[in-house]
């Protein structure tokens, strides 16, 4: 299987703040990785897929990067309705693994 | 719209079965690979199965081998999940996703306990 591993696993920030989330495979997965954003009781929201392309109705404050191992999901201006908890997935091999989540939380 | 909608979940005793169903609707169900995700109570997200288009093919997670069948029925556009053996740690919400990956369900939470 191909190790998924997130980080920070948690963090705090305000309004306004530049957030970033980083997720490495554990081997070369490409472009192959989507980043999710989920709330209590809600299903994952798909927000970048295939690394850097922003899903459709997602708003722009959100931005992907990475090839290969290493990812990044940046959130250039923090804002209310942004607080959740974030995952990573990669799509390079039909068995799916996800990161462990990063909740991001209001300071 | 694409709709996935769940159902089948519950209280089953350790070393019991249950099978969940997954109705689709909006979309062309034949044509597109079908998978299941679970969720842990306040945990991460979890692979379980992953089945093609044509039902022809089916992936595991290989903690689960040999106790979940993933199967489907493309003239009724359902999707289901045999499970079988089942263990306290099994207990989760079971999210119906489509390949695509932007369309979740709303999930079935299944409990394991005696």
């Known amino acids: 299987d191909i190790q998924m591993t997130q980080s920070p696993s948690s963090l705090s920030a305000s309004v306004g703040d530049r957030v970033t989330i980083t997720c490495r495979a554990s081997?070369?997965?490409?472009?192959?990785l989507n980043w999710y954003q989920q709330k209590p009781g809600k299903a994952p929201k798909l927000l970048i897929y295939?690394?850097?392309s922003l899903q459709s109705g997602v708003p722009s404050r959100f931005s992907g990067s990475g090839s290969g191992t290493d990812f990044t999901l940046t959130i250039s201006s923090l804002q209310p309705e942004d607080f959740a908890t974030y995952y990573c997935?990669?799509?390079?091999?039909?068995?799916?693994?996800f990161g462990q989540g990063t909740n991001v939380e209001v300071k | 719209e694409v709709q996935l909608v769940e159902s089948g979940g519950g209280l089953v005793k350790p070393g019991g079965s249950l099978r969940l169903s997954c109705s689709a609707s909006?979309?062309?169900?034949?044509?597109?690979?079908m998978h299941w995700v679970r969720q842990t109570p306040g945990k991460g997200l979890e692979y379980v199965s992953a089945?093609?288009?044509?039902?022809?093919?089916?992936f595991y997670a290989d903690s689960l081998k040999g106790r979940f069948a993933i199967s489907r029925d493309n003239s009724r556009n359902m999707l289901y999940l045999q499970m079988s053996g089942l263990r306290p740690e099994d207990t989760a919400v079971y999210y119906c996703?489509?390949?695509?990956?932007?369309?979740w369900g709303r999930g079935t939470l299944v409990t394991v306990s005696s």
């Open positions: 089945i093609t288009n044509d039902g022809d093919s089916t």
């Open positions: 997935q990669q799509r390079y091999i039909t068995s799916w693994t």
């Open positions: 295939a690394a850097s």
């Open positions: 909006g979309f062309t169900f034949s044509s597109y690979a």
């Open positions: 996703v489509l390949s695509s990956a932007v369309h």
């Open positions: 081997q070369s997965i490409s472009s192959y």
